[in-house]
């Protein structure tokens, strides 16, 4: 039986900096079965998903983030949004698109997303929404999100994300891993932790993979660094879309096209983020017509 997808804050280097760690397995297997995807778009769309919890757990209330791959390569765009609750959800808009792996024998996610910019909105809690945007460094999303962080943000950090998918493309594997040097952190410390970083045997994927645990995971990642744990979270995939939130989608569409879906019997609404389909009847329509 898997384990339930997890996220996990705290500290490390005696406070120097902070660290955020996620597996988020389940939810990359959940949108790749939802979405139908190919190993590259499920490896795009659960790097920025992974990306999306990670940048919202510092996020309160009802406050979320949007992450935007705006790119020219096949997937043509990429869009993630995650939440203060652990809550994420995301699409691809060519979910099918399928590529030859690199030399290194990985997926290329970043043939596949391409060159372009990188959009982050903040929905926060007083209703305001701020957004950024940076071009893509690489398009292998890690570099590109600890690019906006430096840019946008003014926050050195290091970032690791990766989904391991399977021959029959089922997702053996996903997670994400920040560290953020503090304010004032001695060079020593910095060294310290791109000496740990770039000794890692295997990817984070793989670690997730093969770690029976949260605590055997970050134990793999830290190495010998000393690390503290201040906060533990569930996280799982979860869309907003319902169809009384549709219904308003199509009164937005006026009167003249409900009455052209009135015409042909029924419609239907497919959510991009979760590809769940609503169907609604004539009566249903009729009724969306006269609020219309």
């Known amino acids: 039986m898997q384990q339930q997808d997890e996220l996990w804050i705290g500290t490390m280097l005696e406070g120097n900096a902070r660290w955020v760690l996620v597996k988020s397995t389940e939810i990359v297997e959940e949108a790749r079965s939802r979405h139908g995807m190919s190993p590259v778009a499920t490896a795009a769309l659960g790097r920025l998903m992974t990306g999306a919890l990670i940048l919202a757990s510092s996020l309160k209330g009802d406050e979320s983030i949007t992450l935007r791959l705006l790119g020219d390569g096949p997937l043509d765009g990429v869009v993630a949004v995650g939440n203060a609750q652990g809550e994420v959800r995301g699409y691809v808009r060519e979910p099918l698109v399928d590529l030859p792996l690199k030399a290194s024998g990985k997926l290329d996610v970043g043939t596949a997303v391409g060159r372009g910019e990188l959009t982050v909105s903040r929905s926060l809690q007083n209703g305001e929404v701020y957004s950024g945007m940076v071009p893509l460094v690489s398009g292998e999303i890690a570099e590109d999100l600890v690019h906006y962080l430096l840019?946008?943000?003014?926050?050195?950090?290091?970032?690791?994300?990766?989904?391991?998918?399977?021959?029959?493309?089922?997702?053996?594997?996903?997670?994400?891993?920040?560290?953020q040097p503090l304010p004032g952190a001695p060079e020593e410390i910095i060294q310290a932790i791109e000496d740990q970083l770039g000794q890692l045997g295997a990817g984070i994927s793989e670690l997730t993979a093969q770690s029976a645990a949260m605590e055997e995971l970050l134990s793999h990642l830290m190495g010998p660094l000393s690390y503290h744990v201040l906060e533990q979270r569930s996280v799982g995939f979860k869309c907003t879309c319902s169809k009384e939130r549709l219904k308003g989608t199509l009164v937005s569409l006026g009167k003249k096209e409900i009455a052209d879906l009135i015409s042909d019997g029924k419609a239907e609404i497919v959510c991009h983020f979760c590809n769940e389909r609503f169907q609604f009847n004539v009566e249903e329509l009729q009724e969306i017509w006269e609020q219309a």
């Not at 840019?151 to 560290?179: C, N, R, T, W």
């Open 151 to 179: 840019s946008s943000e003014q926050i050195p950090s290091a970032m690791l994300l990766g989904v391991l998918v399977e021959k029959d493309y089922h997702v053996a594997g996903a997670g994400g891993f920040l560290i």
